[in-house]
């Protein structure tokens, strides 16, 4: 087996606790949950992870020790660090980044995160200046691993 894609999330919002659930619920024979980052507070962002009253509750067993969130038992690393430069995405090994603080949507500031170590940078928002905007079912066979590096989904409504 291949080995997996290691994925770092940065926005624990809405939309990066829905990319959290999907594949820890449906991809983690392929995908491993690095770390998050994110402003909030560990023990609120477990919280909402855990009750989420549009999209129900999480099945996984969620819980704060010690200042880390464990789901299932196992330690997530959390970060919460507003420059994504400073995030060691490199340390962790992360292949991905979803960026779903809808804040880093131009391609040279998403790039913060390709300078702190990861291989690629997916933004879940309409961007500027990216490598390429995908939005399935359109146009993604355009995309080329070896040139496209910054990408934004289209929309965390298209996609």
């Known amino acids: 087996m291949a080995d997996k894609i290691k994925v770092g999330i940065n926005g624990f919002g809405r939309i990066g606790r829905q990319v959290f659930k999907a594949i820890y619920e449906n991809y983690r024979d392929s995908i491993d949950i690095e ?3 994110d402003l909030m507070d560990v023990e609120t962002n477990a919280h909402l992870l855990k009750y989420d009253s549009t999209y129900g509750q999480f099945l996984g067993e969620v819980e704060v020790r010690d ?3 464990y789901i299932d038992g196992e330690k997530l690393k959390n970060y919460a660090e507003r420059d994504p430069a400073k ?4 340390d962790l090994g992360v292949d991905v980044v979803i960026e779903s603080t809808g804040i880093f949507t131009d391609g040279p500031k998403a790039k913060a995160h390709l300078d702190a170590g990861a291989k690629k940078v997916i ?3 309409p961007a500027t200046n990216v490598d ?4 399935l079912g ?3 066979d355009e995309y080329d691993p070896e040139k496209h590096h910054i990408i934004s989904n289209a929309s ?3 996609n």
Not at 87 to 90: A, D, L, S
Not at 132 to 135: A, Y
């Open 35 to 37: 770390a998050i980052n």
């Open 67 to 69: 200042g880390d969130m």
């Open 87 to 90: 995030i060691p995405w490199g």
């Open 123 to 125: 933004i879940s928002a």
């Open 132 to 135: 390429l905007t995908l939005c």
């Open 138 to 140: 359109v146009n993604e």
């Open 156 to 158: 965390c409504t298209t």
